[in-house]
């Protein structure tokens, strides 16, 4: 499986970006696809994740209520709305795929994962 990651960029504080993540093959319906992202010497950090089947998502705490995460069938792409981005949501976000949904916020399990994309926030 092939993750290719797109959408990041530049953005002041306050605004919005829309990362994209398309698979190279449709997800089944036990796949979950979501987002992890790593700032210069931080670790990675789950930021939200979608249930390809029942449409369940998962949020970051830090995230919730800024993010959201949604699905599209026809392309076999995931994508991430952030709105109110702060400085502290510059990062390298990555893309990922896996089977299943337990434990959703740890990086060991997610299986197959895309080259990233740079968001970087300034003020």
């Known amino acids: 499986v092939q993750l290719q990651a797109s959408g990041g960029g530049l953005v002041q504080a306050g605004g919005s970006l829309r990362l994209s993540c398309v698979s190279s093959t449709r997800p089944f319906s036990s796949t979950a696809m979501g987002w992890f992202r790593q700032a210069p010497g931080n670790e990675y950090e789950f930021v939200a994740a979608i249930n390809w089947g029942d449409l369940r998502t998962y949020y970051a705490d830090s995230v919730k209520g800024r993010f959201t995460i949604s699905k599209e069938s026809a392309e076999n792409a995931v994508h991430l709305r952030m709105n109110s981005l702060k400085l502290d949501d510059t990062a390298r976000y990555y893309c990922?795929?896996?089977?299943?949904?337990?434990?959703?916020?740890?990086?060991?399990?997610?299986?197959?994962w895309g080259q990233g994309t740079q968001v970087t926030v300034s003020s």
């Open positions: 990922a795929r896996r089977v299943g949904s337990s434990r959703v916020t740890r990086r060991a399990d997610w299986n197959s």
